[in-house]
């Protein structure tokens, strides 16, 4: 597995902790590390609220991104609350697809860092309505 991922785990995890915010806002349960095509990585985490207007960890991740000033994904990263890894929801990889409209089928994602597997996100987004 490439040192990358392993840096992008242990800054995905230093910002996991579940939290409870106010009586109608958790977060932290869930969190992300994104690469940028400059190398640098931006985290997130969850948000969930009661109303539904929360936001998972990988959009997060992304948002602290753009805020920055960068707008392509080189490697994606998400811990679950056990610590495994796992693909990105729908709304995430619509995101991705509309922020990189003819370049996000080579963004990587880790789904398995356990056993080092990853896949790109072209393959687990077939043949989406943006090309």
């Not at 902790?17 to 985290?43: D, F, K």
């Not at 609220?49 to 960068?70: D, K, P, Q």
Request: glycine letters at 10%; proline letters at 2%; charged letters at 25%.
């Amino acid at each position: 597995m490439d040192k990358i991922w392993i840096e992008m785990y242990e800054a995905a995890k230093a910002v996991l902790c579940e939290r409870q915010v106010s009586e109608y806002l958790s977060c932290g349960e869930v969190s992300a590390a994104v690469q940028s095509e400059s190398g640098r990585i931006y985290t997130g985490v969850c948000i969930d609220t009661c109303s539904g207007l929360g936001v998972c960890a990988e959009r997060n991740a992304i948002f602290h991104m753009i805020t920055n000033g960068e707008y392509e994904i080189k490697r994606v990263l998400c811990i679950m609350p056990d610590g495994s890894s796992g693909a990105p929801c729908g709304a995430c990889r619509e995101l991705m697809v509309q922020l990189m409209a003819g370049k996000y089928r080579d963004v990587e994602i880790m789904a398995d860092f356990k056993n080092g597997r990853t896949v790109r996100l072209g393959d687990i987004t077939p043949e989406w309505w943006i090309k």
